[in-house]
């Protein structure tokens, strides 16, 4: 018997007030602003033909509000189940501080180093040692958004993969088992690790990635 392919979306909220005033979020709440209504419906349209039996959020509103918009035309949507293993990177002290507040404090320089995480983990030998030495060690942890590194009192990326592939363990089961395609109302840093897993690339490729506030990723499971 020929096995039938079930849908995974993928897709992020759209752009909150912290997002807005560049405010490290994390896991606090933020409401959508008048554009991250619009980035949701923009999604909810792109997938207006797509057919979704089931959806996954987490418990801050603006997962829970794009999907509201999603599954608005998913009459046949059955099931919404909350799920905290697809939450926002937490990013400990920092969450709430305004990105300026953190260039008084750190220096523009150390900000730049924040945008372009990614970078970090490129960095060997001397210039990885030329850079400890300009910031500090305790200052590396916080400033940078590597793979392995974590803010005080939050997550590396690392930890974030770690607890969504448990997620996508159990999603598999669960379409396999109930023949459905799901919805997957996630945030940026928990999407990284979902498409790495799916897309089969690199962590180095993975930290390269910036996730869309008005799009999708679909994936197919044979089941």
Not at 53 to 76: C, G, M, N, Q, W
Not at 91 to 98: A, N, S, V, W
Not at 123 to 138: C, D, N, R, S, Y
Not at 175 to 204: C, D, L, Q, T, W
Request: glycine letters at 6%; aromatic letters at 12%.
């Amino acid at each position: 018997m020929k096995k039938k392919v079930y849908k995974i979306y993928l897709f992020r909220h759209g752009q909150t007030f912290f997002n807005k005033d560049q405010i490290f979020t994390g896991w606090k709440d933020s409401k959508l602003t008048s554009l991250g209504k619009k980035q949701s419906k923009t999604i909810a349209k792109k997938l207006k033909n797509k057919k979704i039996d089931a959806a996954f959020h987490t418990h801050l509103s603006r997962s829970i509000d794009t999907l509201k918009e999603v599954i608005k035309y998913h009459p046949e949507c059955r099931i919404t189940i909350e799920d905290d293993r697809m939450l926002e990177r937490s990013y400990g002290k920092l969450e709430g501080m305004h990105h300026s507040a953190f260039i008084e404090r750190e220096g523009k320089e150390d900000y730049q180093v924040l945008l372009h995480w990614h970078k970090i983990d490129n960095l060997h030998g001397i210039e990885l040692k030329k850079f400890e030495e300009t910031v500090g060690q305790a200052e590396l942890k916080i400033v940078r958004r590597s793979y392995f590194a974590k803010p005080i009192g939050g997550e590396s990326v690392k930890m974030v993969e770690k607890r969504v592939r448990k997620f996508i363990k159990d999603l598999l089961v669960f379409i396999k088992k109930n023949k459905v395609n799901v919805a997957v109302s996630a945030h940026g840093n928990s999407m990284r690790p979902f498409r790495r897993y799916f897309e089969h690339v690199s962590k180095s490729t993975m930290m390269t990635w910036e996730m869309p506030f008005d799009d999708y990723f679909e994936y197919g499971i044979k089941a």
